[in-house]
């Protein structure tokens, strides 16, 4: 039932007497090792010794993702370069990548997060893995692919992108599991129905989907496209990478265990910064309990969804709900704010189209607008007035803004190519 019983079922006053001791020692890590937590700890008047245990959590300062551009690109290691084994990057919307870096036992818990993850999301030791997230500097490919030998499963370093060749793979190689971003997921799937490939031929019977925001709606696509049970993971470069929180595919849509045993989940309020009860919606932070070349404090994450334990799951770690978007990413469209999932909820209400889109945003003098591009399903005609309208109004009734639309044929959105999906095109900035 669980690749690592003692710990997903470990009782709660138990989980939190080791987040205790852990967040101790990584206090100790960060002021003894790092300048830059030396100086902000100095500067709020804090001592590690003044935190007691995990509770004390929210007297501690955060960390963004200004504090890593400003530390570029190693600045924030408490290690010795000749400790580190490993070091990813994420492309940031802006400059820099944010750059992280691994020891031996930071790729040790990787893998064993990754195996969990892989776990819960119905893998088994002696299955087969079609890796198709990215390899290089991304943590998806090689996070995903570390954990899956720590599991025991055969890997398939497909990467992304070449659908041509992923298909011969997944029909001839009969992996049992597949990984890749929920897009590329669709993405596979609508050209299996392009090219006639029947899904219940191939052997996947398992989709493990994450690296960007997805709805139920895609779910039931991907699972129907592919044949196949899709859950969700999670996680972020900075706090280690893929694996952070991962849904169990028995108990799907109830939310995704943070593997709390490394990574401290916090909601706090995106304006005040101050904790929010379970079940409220806010900006998630993390602290990283047991990382030891780049350990970091309150991370804010800016995705925004809410945490809750569910008395009902295997488990005893708590569940994230789906991420609803990012908090710096969120649209303002005249004073207005905006996730584009609020969107894709509206057009997922219409028979008629399928949730592939895009938001066009641009300043006309001073009023910004959007511009909708969705597809319509297939043979449905592009041309169809009414219902542009009504998805017009639709938006205009839901959200409280005035948005063009253009319906486009089904198949003239971009699709995936197995990075990350752009939803929203701004060209205001
Ligand atoms: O996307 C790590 C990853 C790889 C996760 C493979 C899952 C699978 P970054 O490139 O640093 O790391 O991007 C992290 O992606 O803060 C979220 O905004 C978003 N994200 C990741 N997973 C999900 C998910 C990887 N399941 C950023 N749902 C995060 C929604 C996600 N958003």
Redesign the pocket.
């Known amino acids: 039932m669980y690749y690592n019983s003692r710990i997903e079922t470990m009782p709660l006053a138990q989980l939190r007497e080791l987040q205790s001791k852990r967040l101790k020692s990584m206090l100790r890590r960060l002021y003894d090792q790092v300048p830059f937590y030396k100086e902000l700890f100095t500067k709020e008047g804090l001592r590690p010794e003044d935190i007691k245990g995990i509770e004390d959590i929210h007297k501690l300062p955060f960390t963004t993702k200004e504090d890593l551009r400003k530390n570029y690109p190693f600045g924030l290691l408490a290690e010795s370069m000749d400790q580190i084994r490993r070091i990813h990057a994420?492309?940031g919307t802006t400059g820099k990548p944010?750059v992280v870096g691994y020891n031996q036992n930071d790729l040790e818990i990787f893998d064993e997060v990754v195996a969990r993850s892989l776990y819960a999301g119905g893998a088994r030791p002696g299955m087969k893995l079609h890796n198709a997230?990215g390899y290089g500097l991304?943590?998806?490919g090689l996070?995903?692919h570390g954990g899956a030998t720590k599991l025991g499963m055969a890997v398939i370093p497909v990467s992304g992108g070449m659908t041509d060749r992923q298909l011969m793979i997944l029909k001839d190689f009969e992996p049992e599991v597949i990984?890749c971003?929920p897009s590329y997921a669709q993405t596979l799937a609508d050209e299996c129905k392009k090219r006639g490939i029947d899904p219940r031929e191939l052997k996947v019977q398992y989709a493990i989907?994450?690296?960007?925001?997805?709805t139920e709606t895609i779910r039931i696509q991907v699972e129907h496209g592919l044949q196949v049970k899709a859950s969700?993971?999670?996680?972020?470069?900075?706090i280690i990478?893929?694996?952070?929180s991962q849904e169990d595919v028995e108990e799907k849509g109830t939310g995704?265990y943070v593997w709390e045993d490394h990574f401290f989940p916090e909601i706090v309020d995106r304006d005040t910064g101050k904790p929010l009860p379970y079940g409220e919606e806010g900006v998630l932070v993390f602290t990283t309990l047991t990382k030891e070349a780049m350990p970091l404090l309150r991370y804010w994450?800016?995705?925004i969804c809410s945490l809750r334990y569910d008395p009902n799951g295997k488990r005893t770690h708590i569940k994230m709900g789906?991420?609803k978007g990012?908090a710096d990413d969120m649209l303002i469209i005249r004073g207005v704010n905006l996730f584009y999932t609020q969107v894709e909820e509206i057009i997922k209400e219409f028979d008629l189209l399928v949730p592939n889109y895009q938001l066009i945003v641009s300043r006309e003098g001073n009023l910004d607008k959007v511009l909708v591009k969705v597809e319509t399903g297939e043979g449905v005609d592009a041309g169809n007035e009414a219902l542009a309208h009504r998805l017009k109004e639709k938006i205009r009734s839901t959200i409280g803004l005035n948005m063009d639309i253009s319906l486009e044929y089904f198949g003239a959105i971009p699709r995936s190519q197995g990075g990350?999906l752009k939803r929203v095109i701004d060209t205001r900035r």
């Open positions: 994420s492309s944010t997230y991304f943590t998806g996070g995903m990984c971003t989907l994450g690296a960007e925001p997805w969700n993971i999670y996680g972020l470069s900075e990478g893929p694996g952070v995704s994450t800016n995705d789906s991420i990012r990350k």
